[in-house]
């Protein structure tokens, strides 16, 4: 069976049970996290092969992670760390904007060559990754040198997700990161906010050659760009209650979309496709925030009854 291999960070969100600010709350509760890792969550439940690459500590947490990713049906090539401790993350929703905090030297950051392995990645059917992996080293180097090894073979999907807090004072840094990470990538999922942060720091995406860009707005929708077709799809309404992990469960949702069409690996993709996969993604990133955590997408099962899903599947029969 083919697989979809998502490779970053894997970690525990300490999710603040209290209002206000972090330096007020009083307890936190546990919840499996981290991007990639939810992407390759959200395959799964999908009903698509999802496997997750990244490095946990020896440690309790590394454990808890590792057993929540296998009773999810993750494939998993998670290396240990003898000396790192599992990656964590204080986080605290104020609004609209979380307030958090991330954990450094920690065991993802120091993934190195020799921790992951090249078959499953080579015999992917695409390979996912995010920016938080490229703000420190030996990650970065680790990561760089598999995208590159992976060029042209297999498609290269990169959210953007930016995480300001890992690069502070080193924003130029993060800008030449990001640059060289759209170059590579194939497929590229961004939040509106964050393009336009790109193009206010001068990099703009129509100097890329993606074979697919999907630009999420929230409760107003998504845009997705193929080639020449464009198209924009209204968000599915919905009441949220948690939108943590909306753009990880659309991310889960498009693949998911390509892969039921045939279409991952293609150069271009036609309107029409353009417009059910985007309709499936915003659909199950809207069910998303209807339900608490990063991992909230729903099972294939409970959705396959639904106008648009039938309307991919319909197509992939074909
Ligand atoms: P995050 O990084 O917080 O997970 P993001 O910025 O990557 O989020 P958003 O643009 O907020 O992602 O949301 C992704 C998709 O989820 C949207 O394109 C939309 O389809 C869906 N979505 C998000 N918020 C809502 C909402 N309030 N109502 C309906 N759909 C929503």
Known sequence: IMMIVSIGEVLIDFIALQEGKLKDVKSFEKHPGGAPANVAVGLSRLGVEGALVSKVGEDPFGDFLLERLHDEGVKTYVSRDAEKHTGVVFVQLIGAKPEFILYDGVAYFNLKPWDVETTPLENAEAVHFGTVLFAREPSRSTLFGILEELKGRVPLSYDVNIRPDLWRGREEEMLRNIERALQLADIVKLGDGELEYLRNNGISLDEFDFKLLAVTSGEKGSELTSGDAKVHIPAYR????????????????????LHYSNLLGEDSIDEEHLRKIGRFANLVAAISTTRRGAWSVPKMEEIVQMKEVRELYQRSRR
């Open 238 to 257: 919905v009441e949220p209650v948690d939108t943590t992990g909306a753009g990880d469960a659309f991310t889960a949702a498009l693949l998911a979309g």
